[in-house]
């Protein structure tokens, strides 16, 4: 099954913008299927921060974007807080073979 | 709200089975596709299983393909996951997730039921 690689881990001072990338393939990213972006907080389930490449669900800050260039998007975060340590994966959908694929997941820490 | 509650996880010895269990409430769960997803210890996550709203399509892993078996029962809410020919490797939290197929994201996914394969 196909991966999307992100970075292990990234890290900012607080107020500081950071950027996650999130590279795939001809047949998942590159095939333009969606990209889209959980946060999981320590302990906690993955929640949904970003769907359909640069879509904000209902009550996530506008802090957090997203966007998609051929096989590969990224996810900013700016004016960083604390609170925005937590693991951050993308997902998208890949055709050879069928079926959803996760990024392999990014720490987030706050200098 | 959309819930989804796992249940069935445990303790099994390597080569046994396992049979999960999800529970939905809050929506009319015949109208979406629903997923597992699972995450090893201290690992990302990684997708096992899908199951389309009314059971045309199914897709699998390749990790885990010819040994787990999705299915699901739209009269009682729930969704199942039979586990068969266990490994070390399939020890993790198991996710239900409910999948927005238009887009192929998940937007709401339940607690997680642990499953450890060891002997």
């Known amino acids: 099954q196909s991966v999307l690689t992100q970075p292990p881990s990234v890290s900012g001072a607080p107020g500081q913008r950071v950027t996650i990338t999130c590279i795939g393939s001809s047949s998942n990213i590159g095939a333009d299927y969606d990209v889209h972006w959980y946060q999981q907080l320590p302990g906690a389930v993955p929640k949904l921060l970003i769907y359909g490449n640069t879509n904000r669900p209902s009550g996530v800050a506008d802090r957090f974007s997203g966007s998609k260039s051929g096989s590969s998007a990224s996810l900013a975060i700016s004016g960083l807080q604390a609170e925005d340590e937590a693991d951050y994966y993308c997902?998208?959908?890949?055709?050879?073979?069928?079926?959803?694929?996760f990024g392999t997941g990014t720490k987030v820490t706050v200098l | 709200e959309a819930q989804l509650v796992e249940s069935g996880g445990g303790l099994v010895k390597p080569g046994g089975s396992l049979r999960l269990s999800c529970s939905a409430t809050g929506f009319t769960f015949s109208q979406y596709a629903i997923n597992w997803v699972r995450q090893a210890p201290g690992k990302g996550l990684e997708w096992v299983a899908s199951i389309s709203a009314v059971s045309t399509y199914i897709h699998y892993a390749d990790s885990i393909k010819g040994r787990f078996t999705v299915s699901r029962d739209n009269e009682k809410n729930s969704l199942y996951l039979q586990m068969d020919s266990l490994r070390g490797e399939d020890t993790a939290l198991y996710y239900c997730?409910?999948?927005?197929?238009?887009?192929?994201?998940?937007?709401?996914w339940g607690q997680g039921t642990l499953v450890t394969v060891s002997s």
């Open positions: 997902q998208s959908y890949d055709s050879s073979p069928i079926g959803p694929v």
């Open positions: 997730v409910r999948e927005i197929s238009s887009w192929y994201y998940f937007d709401s």
